[in-house]
């Protein structure tokens, strides 16, 4: 841990403290000779060691809140796949595709940083250049539970859209199969795995009806880790009641339904106005 002070050109004096491994920065200023104050506002008491003291006991303070916030059970239910890569995982991805010239920036969107909803669906298109063999799922999928984990989380609902790859010969069965093997090898991890086979609704009726089918085949082969399907993808492509069959089939098969519909505003015209009912 390192603290030093500094001066700024207002005149005040700042005393930072920083600790790598928490990557964390504070500081505190003394205004002339008047009162000293973190950057919040608050007032420290004065004296270099008794600042230092203060200096401390904040930054233990705030990594025993990151420990209280992670030692918190939780439960996880919406956490798709390849929408949950850490910077780490990328990285490693990135490493092993450098003929991509696949860059961070493009894999993910920055604390403050605005994007249309096409080019937040752009970075997920980019993530699965990355993610197309059978190595690459296996390694995400057993990070992403590996991390979920470590936060805190306890049960665990991770949701996929099978995707087959020609070139690394990946077919949307091994996929899936891909991504319950950590779960199912992995029992020392104090976490409940579920999985959610995903629709991706931009891909129609045709592709949802066979994903459902896989997902049915699952069901009842893969010990209680496939318990449903789930409807995403780009909520401007296509409409909801096309795949309305297929989420009809699912449910009398037994899978549990979890839906992302009506996230965009249309004008809705009477005649195109329907009521999705799943009985
Ligand atoms: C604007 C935005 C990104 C909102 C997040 N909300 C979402 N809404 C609909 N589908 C999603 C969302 N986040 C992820 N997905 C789906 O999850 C896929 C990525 O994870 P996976 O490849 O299925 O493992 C995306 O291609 C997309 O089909």
């Known amino acids: 841990m390192g603290i030093y002070f500094y001066n700024q050109g207002n005149g005040g004096r700042y005393l930072r403290c920083t600790d790598l491994s ?3 920065k504070c500081s505190l200023k003394t205004e002339g000779k008047g009162t000293t104050r973190y950057d919040d506002g608050r007032t420290a008491t004065q004296g270099t060691n008794s600042l230092l003291i203060e200096l401390l006991l904040i930054l233990l303070m705030d990594n025993e809140a990151d420990a209280f916030y992670e030692g918190l059970p939780k439960v996880e239910l919406h956490a798709h796949l390849n929408g949950s890569v850490s910077f780490q995982t990328i990285e490693k991805l990135i490493r092993r595709k450098p003929q991509l010239n696949i860059e961070h920036s493009m894999t993910a969107i920055g604390k403050g940083q605005r994007r249309t909803l096409d080019e937040c669906f752009q970075v997920f298109k980019v993530i699965h250049q990355l993610v197309d063999s059978e190595e690459d799922i296996f390694m995400v999928a057993t990070d992403v539970i590996k991390e979920f984990a470590a936060d805190g989380v306890k049960y665990l609902e991770l949701r996929s859209t099978p995707r087959e790859e020609t070139t690394t010969g990946l077919t949307k069965r091994r996929y899936i199969e891909t991504v319950i093997k950590y779960s199912k090898l992995c029992t020392l ?15 129609g009726s045709q592709v949802a009806m066979e994903t459902v089918q896989l997902a049915e085949e699952f ?16 909520p401007t ?43």
């Open 22 to 24: 928490v990557t964390q």
């Open 189 to 203: 991890t104090l976490i409940i795995k579920r999985f959610l086979v995903a629709i991706d609704r931009r891909n």
């Open 219 to 234: 069901l009842l082969s893969s010990d209680g880790l496939v318990i449903g399907i789930d409807l995403s993808g780009d």
């Open 237 to 279: 492509v296509g409409h909801g009641r096309d795949l309305l069959s297929a989420l009809q089939k699912a449910k009398d098969s037994g899978l549990k339904l979890s839906l992302h519909l009506s996230e965009v505003c249309f004008i809705i015209h009477s005649h195109t106005n329907t009521t999705i009912k799943l009985t």
